[in-house]
């Protein structure tokens, strides 16, 4: 400011905050040796309305006395008489009537030493290109306007706010870096409960309102709020959003280049700040035309097979015929992924049209009036998931959950109070209220439901589906459904490990005098298998058919794949292994259903250690930090065999809890909690969970994660006589031993390897590693590649962190 130039045009588009801007300037101090004067020209100034504005502001600042019709000529002869320097700022240059006069403004500024003119306008006007071409100009357009974080925080300053980098970085990023949005947003913003920055939309919305409702903003206006509706929006979309081609070429101009829209792979989208002020905007100011949006963009989603974003423009358009399609068609998938919007859908819709969709009132009635994943797991526990055990229907009451202990056993009476029999809640009669073909079709959906949690790796979810659709089947003497329903609920529990009660669902499901569906003709000879193979019984795995096998079955034969080659790899058969992983290369993990990518790579993982490929192992869990129980046996184990003791340790300390209701996992968590306790020191906490681990092999009969670790480990802490020494050597357990490798041990990096270990912690370069140890840079990587090797890593980050873990660094 200390040198501002003859001229300075701001150009930008209303709102942007070009006027707060200049009087910031004005302000700021930096310019208070100088007499400034503001003129605001009002729509369709004259040009001889300019300069007689200009001449009452030189008045008003004392430069000159009033004459009776002043003109440039006058204004002039003023500025010829300056004694100091003057900066004068004409605002909304774009209302004049007549251009012309942009070019005296330009001659004024160079004819003038001590003048300084400031222009602020909308649009492109002469002054843009004469004043560069004139006169020492600066132009400043929406690029230069735009907000950094710093300049934000130097905002939030004034304003009197705090805030924090990343919360004033995603402030800029939500508004596009308008200024006067986000200086709307920050006089809107407060600290949550959890002190986090919450910005209310409100102000936003309310000047994205008063830029929209602009005269000059007539064309514009519709464009812009219809291409936020979408969100993304990609060029395709804009034949559902504009029936004139000329507002279709002005929306692609837009995409292409408005500095609001942030554009990648073919979209382009509003930042979410501002595309939330400008939907509001349309929802308030046009609902019919934002409903109608909303309903084009739903259907046009729908045939893209996008039924997740079809629902959420459909509810916005309270289009409840289309609501009532899309779920019927994606009820499944739409229910166990985004139930929270199948929930809203639900108790929005009206409820006659709920009441005519069978699926619709199972979603109500059976899965969205409870916590499933609670119930399911609160009902496994307490045994409620065997044939002929009355499950509840409706959801659990505070009495029924509290007769639960937190370790899963009932206490006294809990069986009474959770068969209904002591709480009046669970025999209210719902049954008989709804059509005929409702009822009809329950057990069906409750069984495609639950394939749906069983695909989507939730096998405790699924157990209580299936077995819920056995019941309401058998309630309603559909045979053919219930032995459906029985056969997928004893392959749902042969894969938790469950193999006892799976056996029995199997023999239930033999009773009913039907034929088997296709669903059983895979499941059943799956879950012989799945039992078969995890009391270690040698037995031939099920092939599955190869043709005419069901699309929403094809998952199940995939899984039983995986399953015989987690049996061959115990077994030490592991050309299989790879022959089966080969097989699935060709496959799309997009494509795959979850439980199916999460047992491959679990597979993976396996095959890698068993292997001796530690580093592979390690790489191939990289990223894979979540919470279902395939991922964390992988990790626990691969923790185990690195000898990082303490990370195995951690990744198991819940093994107990997983146990009641994933035997198969809680056995390999436990075991593997057992010898890493052990080879720690730590001999109690060895001997209490290999304690656990044979009495849950003795109540399930699972016995295969016995040959996950090493044999030696459990006979150290199991001593001779005990108990469990007896299970160890009985068969099928007496004389196995795991096929992994012995964990790697500390004394397993040479000398050699140590010197550039402890090099690795500098973070040089290998040439320089290599200078210091007088070796060679490639004798550097070789080291480099069998410490990583050894370690079970693929970066020097991960080779220090594990370093560090097995105390092989003293820092």
Same mark, same amino acid.
């Given at each position: 400011?200390?040198?501002?130039?003859?001229?300075?045009?701001?150009?930008?588009?209303?709102?942007?905050?070009?006027?707060?801007?200049?009087?910031?300037?004005?302000?700021?101090?930096?310019?208070?040796?100088?007499?400034?004067?503001?003129?605001?020209?009002?729509?369709?100034?004259?040009?001889?309305?300019?300069?007689?504005?200009?001449?009452?502001?030189?008045?008003?600042?004392?430069?000159?006395?009033?004459?009776?019709?002043?003109?440039?000529?006058?204004?002039?002869?003023?500025?010829?008489?300056?004694?100091?320097?003057?900066?004068?700022?004409?605002?909304?240059?774009?209302?004049?009537?007549?251009?012309?006069?942009?070019?005296?403004?330009?001659?004024?500024?160079?004819? $003038?030493?001590?003048?300084?003119?400031?222009?602020?306008?909308?649009?492109?006007?002469?002054?843009?290109?004469?004043?560069?071409?004139?006169?020492?100009?600066?132009?400043?357009?929406?690029?230069?306007?735009?907000?950094?974080?710093?300049?934000?925080?130097?905002?939030?300053?004034?304003?009197?706010?705090?805030?924090?980098?990343?919360?004033?970085?995603?402030?800029?990023?939500?508004?596009?870096?308008?200024?006067?949005?986000?200086?709307?947003?920050?006089?809107?913003?407060? !600290?949550?409960?959890?002190?986090?920055?919450?910005?209310?939309?409100?102000?936003?919305?309310?000047?994205?309102?008063?830029?929209?409702?602009?005269?000059?903003? +007539?064309?514009?206006?519709?464009?812009?709020?219809?291409?936020?509706?979408?969100?993304?929006?990609? !060029?395709?979309?804009?034949?559902?959003?504009?029936? *004139?081609?000329?507002?279709?070429?002005?929306?692609?101009?837009?995409?292409?280049?408005?500095?609001?829209?942030?554009?990648?792979?073919?979209?382009?989208?509003?930042?979410?700040?501002?595309?939330?002020?400008?939907?509001?905007?349309?929802?308030?100011?046009?609902?019919?035309?934002?409903?109608?949006?909303?309903?084009?963009?739903?259907?046009?989603?729908?045939?893209?097979?996008?039924?997740?974003?079809?629902?959420?423009?459909?509810?916005?358009?309270?289009?409840?015929?289309?609501?009532?399609?899309?779920?019927?068609?994606?009820?499944?998938?739409?229910?166990?992924?985004?139930?929270?919007?199948?929930?809203?859908?639900?108790?929005?819709?009206?409820?006659?049209?709920?009441?005519?969709?069978?699926?619709?009132?199972?979603?109500? *009635?059976?899965?969205?009036?409870?916590?499933?994943?609670?119930?399911?797991?609160?009902?496994?526990?307490?045994?409620?998931?065997?044939?002929?055990? !009355?499950?509840?229907?409706?959801?659990?009451?505070?009495?029924?959950?509290?007769?639960?202990?937190?370790?899963?056993?009932?206490?006294?009476?809990?069986?009474?109070?959770?068969?209904?029999?002591?709480?009046?809640?669970?025999?209210?009669?719902?049954?008989?209220?709804?059509?005929?073909?409702?009822?009809?079709?329950?057990?069906?959906?409750?069984?495609?439901?639950?394939?749906?949690?069983?695909?989507?790796? *939730?096998?405790?979810?699924?157990?209580?589906?299936?077995?819920?659709?056995?019941?309401?089947?058998?309630?309603?003497?559909?045979?053919?459904?219930?032995?459906?329903?029985?056969?997928?609920?004893?392959?749902?529990?042969?894969?938790?490990?469950?193999?006892?009660?799976?056996?029995?669902?199997?023999?239930?499901?033999?009773?009913?005098?039907?034929?088997?569906?296709?669903?059983?003709? /895979?499941?059943?000879?799956?879950?012989?298998?799945?039992?078969?193979?995890?009391?270690?019984?040698?037995?031939?795995?099920?092939?599955?058919?190869?043709?005419?096998?069901? $699309?929403?079955?094809?998952?199940?034969?995939?899984?039983?794949?995986?399953?015989?080659?987690?049996?061959?790899?115990?077994?030490?058969?592991?050309?299989? /292994?790879?022959?089966?992983?080969?097989?699935?290369?060709?496959?799309?993990?997009?494509?795959?259903?979850?439980?199916?990518?999460?047992?491959?790579?679990?597979? +993976?993982?396996?095959?890698?250690?068993?292997?001796?490929?530690?580093?592979?192992?390690?790489?191939?869990?990289?990223?894979?930090?979540?919470?279902?129980?395939?991922?964390?046996?992988? !990790?626990?184990?691969?923790?185990?065999?690195?000898?990082?003791?303490?990370?195995?340790?951690?990744?198991?300390?819940?093994?107990?809890?997983?146990?009641?209701?994933?035997?198969?996992?809680?056995?390999?968590?436990?075991?593997?909690?057992?010898?890493?306790?052990?080879?720690?020191?730590?001999?109690?906490?060895?001997?209490?969970?290999?304690?656990?681990?044979?009495?849950?092999?003795?109540?399930?009969?699972?016995?295969?994660?016995?040959?996950?670790?090493?044999?030696? *480990?459990?006979?150290?802490?199991?001593?001779?006589?005990?108990?469990?020494?007896?299970?160890?050597?009985?068969?099928? #357990?007496?004389?196995?031993?795991?096929?992994?490798?012995?964990?790697?041990?500390?004394?397993?990096?040479? /000398?050699?390897?140590?010197?550039?270990?402890?090099?690795?912690?500098?973070?040089?370069?290998?040439?320089?590693?290599?200078?210091?140890?007088?070796?060679?840079?490639?004798?550097?990587?070789?080291?480099?590649?069998?410490?990583?090797?050894?370690?079970?890593?693929?970066?020097?980050?991960?080779?220090?962190?594990?370093?560090?873990?097995?105390? #092989?660094?003293?820092?």
């Amino acid at each position: 400011m200390r040198h501002l130039p003859p001229l300075v045009v701001l150009r930008a588009p209303r709102g942007f905050g070009k006027t707060s801007t200049v009087a910031y300037w004005l302000r700021s101090g930096a310019l208070d040796d100088r007499t400034a004067l503001w003129l605001t020209l009002p729509e369709h100034t004259t040009p001889a309305e300019l300069w007689a504005a200009m001449h009452a502001s030189l008045v008003s600042v004392g430069l000159t006395e009033p004459t009776v019709a002043p003109d440039r000529g006058a204004v002039d002869q003023v500025l010829r008489q300056l004694g100091r320097r003057l900066v004068v700022v004409v605002d909304g240059l774009h209302n004049l009537t007549d251009h012309a006069v942009d070019a005296e403004l330009v001659e004024l500024a160079q004819a $003038h030493e001590l003048v300084h003119l400031v222009v602020l306008t909308r649009v492109d006007t002469p002054i843009v290109s004469i004043g560069p071409a004139t006169v020492d100009t600066t132009v400043l357009g929406v690029p230069e306007l735009l907000l950094t974080t710093a300049e934000a925080r130097l905002l939030a300053t004034r304003l009197g706010l705090s805030a924090e980098e990343d919360e004033l970085a995603r402030l800029v990023a939500d508004y596009a870096g308008w200024p006067a949005l986000v200086r709307a947003a920050l006089l809107d913003t407060r !600290r949550g409960p959890d002190g986090r920055l919450v910005t209310e939309p409100a102000g936003a919305a309310r000047y994205v309102s008063l830029i929209l409702a602009d005269p000059e903003q +007539q064309k514009w206006g519709p464009i812009v709020r219809a291409l936020a509706v979408p969100g993304p929006v990609q !060029r395709d979309d804009l034949p559902v959003l504009f029936d *004139d081609p000329e507002q279709r070429a002005a929306a692609e101009l837009v995409m292409a280049s408005s500095f609001t829209m942030v554009r990648a792979n073919g979209y382009a989208v509003y930042p979410d700040g501002l595309r939330t002020a400008i939907v509001e905007n349309l929802r308030t100011e046009d609902p019919e035309r934002y409903r109608e949006l909303n309903e084009r963009v739903s259907r046009r989603r729908r045939r893209q097979q996008r039924p997740e974003e079809a629902l959420r423009y459909a509810m916005r358009a309270e289009s409840w015929p289309l609501v009532l399609a899309i779920l019927e068609e994606n009820w499944a998938q739409l229910l166990r992924r985004h139930t929270g919007q199948v929930t809203a859908a639900v108790q929005a819709m009206p409820r006659e049209l709920v009441a005519s969709s069978p699926r619709l009132v199972v979603a109500r *009635d059976y899965v969205l009036d409870r916590a499933v994943a609670v119930q399911a797991e609160a009902a496994l526990r307490g045994g409620l998931l065997t044939p002929r055990a !009355r499950i509840p229907v409706g959801s659990m009451t505070t009495t029924q959950r509290l007769a639960l202990r937190f370790d899963g056993t009932p206490t006294f009476g809990a069986e009474d109070i959770l068969l209904g029999r002591l709480d009046s809640t669970l025999t209210s009669g719902e049954h008989g209220q709804h059509a005929p073909h409702v009822e009809r079709a329950v057990p069906e959906l409750l069984t495609q439901w639950a394939l749906s949690l069983l695909y989507d790796n *939730d096998g405790v979810g699924a157990v209580y589906g299936f077995a819920l659709a056995c019941q309401e089947a058998e309630r309603l003497g559909d045979a053919p459904a219930a032995r459906e329903a029985a056969s997928a609920t004893a392959l749902a529990m042969a894969l938790l490990g469950h193999i006892r009660v799976a056996e029995m669902w199997t023999e239930h499901a033999a009773r009913f005098p039907v034929p088997p569906s296709r669903l059983e003709e /895979v499941a059943e000879p799956l879950t012989l298998a799945l039992v078969r193979g995890l009391r270690m019984e040698e037995t031939p795995w099920p092939e599955p058919p190869q043709a005419g096998l069901e $699309h929403g079955l094809a998952p199940l034969a995939a899984l039983s794949r995986v399953a015989a080659a987690f049996a061959d790899i115990l077994f030490g058969r592991l050309e299989r /292994v790879r022959a089966e992983l080969q097989r699935r290369t060709g496959d799309h993990e997009g494509e795959q259903e979850e439980v199916v990518r999460a047992s491959v790579g679990a597979l +993976q993982v396996d095959l890698a250690l068993a292997e001796g490929r530690i580093d592979r192992a390690g790489a191939l869990l990289v990223g894979t930090h979540g919470g279902d129980s395939w991922s964390l046996a992988s !990790r626990a184990r691969h923790a185990f065999y690195v000898g990082a003791y303490a990370e195995a340790l951690r990744l198991t300390e819940q093994a107990a809890s997983h146990a009641g209701t994933r035997p198969r996992v809680g056995l390999e968590l436990l075991l593997l909690h057992a010898c890493a306790a052990w080879r720690s020191g730590q001999r109690e906490a060895a001997v209490d969970h290999l304690a656990n681990a044979v009495s849950i092999a003795a109540d399930t009969g699972v016995l295969s994660p016995f040959i996950t670790v090493p044999r030696a *480990d459990l006979e150290a802490i199991a001593p001779a006589g005990s108990w469990a020494r007896e299970l160890l050597d009985q068969p099928p #357990l007496a004389g196995t031993d795991t096929v992994f490798p012995e964990p790697l041990r500390a004394g397993q990096l040479s /000398v050699a390897e140590m010197r550039v270990l402890r090099e690795l912690r500098a973070g040089v370069p290998l040439a320089h590693i290599g200078r210091r140890l007088y070796l060679s840079e490639s004798t550097v990587k070789t080291h480099v590649r069998r410490i990583y090797r050894k370690l079970g890593v693929s970066d020097r980050a991960h080779a220090l962190e594990r370093a560090r873990e097995l105390s #092989l660094l003293d820092d």
